[in-house]
């Protein structure tokens, strides 16, 4: 299995605690460690752009080259629902790109450990009538 899915209802339940103690052990193990959080919300200005905090602690964790915006291709400032601030942003989220992403850092590395947002039910799109 080198796809791992971290996951969790609710914010502050561990999802980011937890993906980087697996990396640190992936990487102890002599393993290729990328690290993914897709889908980012309560993001910060920075001069190169939004930033996630989240994404920049998987970063840290993992072992592979691998730019921002592989890492984290959707990143929004608000820290709301992320299906609410893409609508907000008028920012699709495409999952195509999600997944080639994913593919491109698969490539690169044993394992890939990928956050989730929010629960298991989060939507990635806003209802159709919204
Ligand atoms: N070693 C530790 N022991 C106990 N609690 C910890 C430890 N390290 C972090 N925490 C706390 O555990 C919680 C887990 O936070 P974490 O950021 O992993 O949640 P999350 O599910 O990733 O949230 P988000 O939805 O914002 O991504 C935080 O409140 C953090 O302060
Ligand atoms: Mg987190």
Redesign the pocket.
């Known amino acids: 299995m080198s796809g791992l899915f971290?996951t969790?209802t609710?914010?502050?339940?561990?999802?980011?605690?937890?993906?980087?103690a697996l990396a640190n052990a992936l990487r102890a193990e002599g393993l290729r460690v990328a690290c993914m959080?897709p889908v980012?919300s309560?993001s910060r200005t920075t001069p190169r752009g939004l930033r996630n905090?989240?994404a920049l602690?998987l970063m840290a964790a993992a072992n592979v080259a691998a730019t921002y915006e592989e890492v984290n291709p959707y990143c929004f400032q608000p820290a709301i629902a992320p299906h609410l601030a893409a609508r907000d942003a008028a920012v699709p989220i495409d999952v195509d790109r999600l997944v080639n992403c994913y593919r491109l850092l698969a490539g690169r590395a044993d394992h890939v450990l990928v956050?989730?947002?929010?629960g298991w039910r989060l939507p990635l799109h806003p209802p159709p009538d919204s």
């Open positions: 971290i969790g609710d914010t502050g339940m561990g999802k980011t605690v937890v993906a980087v959080k980012a309560g905090d989240d602690a956050e989730g947002a929010g």
